[in-house]
Nanobody, 124 residues
Framework: QLQASGGGLVQPGDSLRLSCAAS????????VGWFRQAPGNEREFVAA????????YYSDSVKGRFTISRDNARYTVYLQMNSLKPEDTAVYYC???????????????????WGQGTQVTVSS
């Protein structure tokens, strides 16, 4: 099971850190992704962290502002979001899968396990 937390209401330029806590001890072997969905929009890829080698991937819209990381001892993956913009407003979901191939890390339908989502609102 995954549980996302850390969302909130912030102003443009602020930072937030989202957390995705897992219940399984094998969490370190999973690729974890963050996705977001704004009202009326499709779910879109934000960032992913591979279990094998720890490679990270970001969408162009967040590259340089967001950082994905993991703490295997705490079974938690983080999404540090800096320089937030109003267009970052969305419900953010974390997802995990054990057997995603490289070309699928950005596809939401490639992940088997999902958290419940946490709302991020960026507004002045």
């Amino acid at each position: 099971q995954l549980q996302a937390s850390g969302g909130g209401l912030v102003q443009p330029g602020d930072s937030l850190r989202l957390s995705c806590a897992a219940s399984g001890r094998t969490f370190s072997t999973y690729t974890v992704g963050w996705f977001r969905q704004a009202p009326g929009n499709e779910r879109e890829f934000v960032a992913a962290l591979r279990s094998n080698g720890g490679y990270t991937y970001y969408s162009d819209s967040v590259k340089g502002r967001f950082t994905i990381s993991r703490d295997n001892a705490r079974y938690t993956v983080y999404l540090q979001m800096n320089s937030l913009k109003p267009e970052d407003t969305a419900v953010y979901y974390c997802a995990a899968d054990r057997s995603i191939i490289l070309s699928d890390v950005g596809r939401w339908d490639a992940y088997d396990y999902w958290g419940q989502g946490t709302q991020v609102t960026v507004s002045s």
